[in-house]
């Protein structure tokens, strides 16, 4: 229908838009996927197309896990959750369909097509600052990524870092050189402004990586020094921050309140309730008069009561002791009356802390961070802690393997059967916390088996063994933030996660597996 040369043009730019529209968007990053298999089925030469996919062993290594996904329609009870599945994880089989038997990118194209995913890149954190600081307040660092999960904008952040400097390296003329260095920078700092400790602590690994590879490369001696003293000054700024951070709101203070007292103001009888939760140095509960409080705050709002002995709205009981301990209060009527308008707002919006509204995002994940593994250490409620949940979730998942070893229950019945196992353990978890298992090798397993996590390992790691003297550093960067993610994130059970994997995946891997040359990259 078309010519070659048309055909051509609408590849590259579906490649081109997939690259920028993965990072803003779910529409676009699917219409690009659906411009390239369009054109693709419309090309025809399925002959030429097949020959060049059937021998190519790094393109079936790729493939095998959807492949495996399909062949488990035949033993999962839940049909439309399981085509659900196949549909998001769809690009994983498109997308290397499309690249293994298409011309590769030209050294030009490829070096345009990194250019438009940093771009989008740029996009995305540009409206996340906008939405977050300008157009809201943003109190939940969860909340700030617009486009995809905090943790998976990390991971994309990340590879325009690693992308900005593989150009910067690239790049002839002293003006591109310091227009990627100060993208590099920005970026960098957008870890800090959107708060995504996941992205730091990936571009922590990569900058450790950094330094091997200059060791292995024999690099110079001043750029060893300037990289190990950058690295070293980092850890130690970090550490001192976090220490004191940890000092100023979670470390005892010598203050009364800190102590039992007898009564309350009305004199009432303080209760003893709490000795690990603290709030800025003061421990919550340390002297507490639950009633007292609850008839106090029941008559000042109604609309927003809670009751002990029913155990009524008792999160917001929870909220209103750790807030008043936040501010140096006992937990009793007349520390209600100390509280401003601001705090009532704050509360009612279950902020537990008076600083909470002051913290940058990275001390709003650190404090939910620190709070979250006291908490696990003291065997208190994990709902809506994702340390001690993930612990959790890897033991119910672990339970659900042993049942189903071999080949697993199917990806169509995953959710529900680890919603059954939920159900039978002695945890009180509210159901929206009923999720997978967070950890990419677990949820394979709990739906494939042991067979199931074989193939996968193998289709990770397989074109990583045979291409290993041909692949750049870019590629060996991207693949260790995949398994990273992996380890602590059903990556693959998302759309963004999904993009990261079979985009860079098709275009790096497709190159390689067909010309053994240094056209590409270098």
């Known amino acids: 229908m078309f010519s070659a040369t048309i055909h051509r043009y609408i590849f590259l730019f579906g490649t081109f838009s997939l690259m920028f529209g993965m990072m803003v968007g779910t529409a676009t ?9 369009a054109n693709w089925l419309i090309e025809g030469n399925f002959k030429e197309k097949w020959n060049q996919l059937k021998s190519n062993k790094v ?9 495996l996904h399909i ?10 959750f399981a085509i659900n599945d196949l549909k998001i994880k769809l690009p994983m089989l498109t997308l290397p369909i499309v690249y ?17 995913f940093i771009g989008g890149t740029f996009a995305n954190t540009i409206w996340c600052y906008v939405y977050s600081y300008f157009l809201n307040s943003i109190e939940n660092v969860r909340d700030v990524s617009r486009f995809m999960s905090h943790i998976r904008l990390g991971m994309f952040i990340n590879m325009a870092i690693i992308f900005c400097w593989y150009l910067q390296n690239k790049a002839k003329q002293i003006i591109y050189k310091l227009f990627f260095l100060t993208l590099i920078v920005y970026f960098i700092l957008s870890f800090i402004g959107l708060g995504l400790t996941a992205g730091i602590g990936f571009f922590s690994i990569i900058m450790i990586l950094f330094i091997i590879n200059l060791f292995k490369n024999n690099a110079s001696k001043i750029k060893l020094i300037t990289s190990l003293i950058i690295l070293i000054l980092c850890i130690l700024l970090s550490l001192n921050y976090f220490l004191r951070f940890k000092a100023n709101y979670f470390i005892v203070k010598n203050n009364p309140i800190n102590y039992k007292l007898e009564k309350t103001k009305l004199g009432n009888v303080f209760y003893h309730d709490s000795t690990h939760q603290v709030e800025n140095g003061f421990v919550v509960n340390m002297n507490v008069n639950q009633f007292e409080v609850q008839n106090y705050w029941n008559k000042k709002f109604s609309n927003d009561s809670f009751n002990i002995s029913l155990q009524h709205n008792l999160t917001k009981f929870y909220v209103l002791s750790r807030y008043l301990a936040s501010k140096g209060l006992t937990t009793e009527a007349s520390s209600i009356d100390k509280l401003t308008t601001n705090d009532f707002v704050n509360i009612q919006k279950n902020i537990t802390n008076v600083n909470y509204n002051n913290w940058n995002f990275i001390e709003k994940r650190l404090y939910e961070l620190i709070w979250d593994i006291t908490e696990f250490k003291n065997g208190a409620n994990i709902n809506g802690h994702s340390f001690s949940l993930r612990l959790h979730y890897w033991r119910v998942a672990i339970n659900l393997i042993k049942q189903n070893f071999l080949i697993g229950i199917g990806i169509g019945d995953v959710t529900d059967k680890i919603k059954e196992t939920y ?4 945890i009180l978890l509210n159901d929206e916390w009923k999720l997978r298992p967070h950890q990419q090798f677990l949820t394979i397993t709990v739906g494939l088996g ?19 003297k041909q692949l750049h550093t870019i590629y060996v960067l991207f693949f260790i933030i995949l398994i990273c993610s992996f380890l602590f994130e059903d990556t693959l059970e998302t ?9 860079f995946n098709s275009i790096f891997l497709s190159y390689y597996s067909k010309k053994n040359n240094t056209q590409f990259i270098q």
């Open 29 to 37: 990053a699917s219409i690009p996927e659906i411009i390239l298999m």
């Open 450 to 468: 042991i067979v199931g996590l074989i193939v996968f390992i193998i289709s990770l790691f397989y074109p990583l063994i045979v291409l290993r």
């Open 495 to 503: 759309l963004a996660g999904v993009c990261y994997y079979a985009v």
């Open 59 to 67: 393109f079936w290594a790729i493939i095998c896990i959807y492949l």
């Open 423 to 426: 159900n039978k353990t002695n």
């Open 100 to 116: 293994f038997s298409t011309n590769v990118l030209t050294k030009k194209e490829f070096t345009f097509s990194l250019i438009c």
């Open 71 to 80: 062949i488990s329609l035949l033993y999962s009870q839940n049909i439309n």
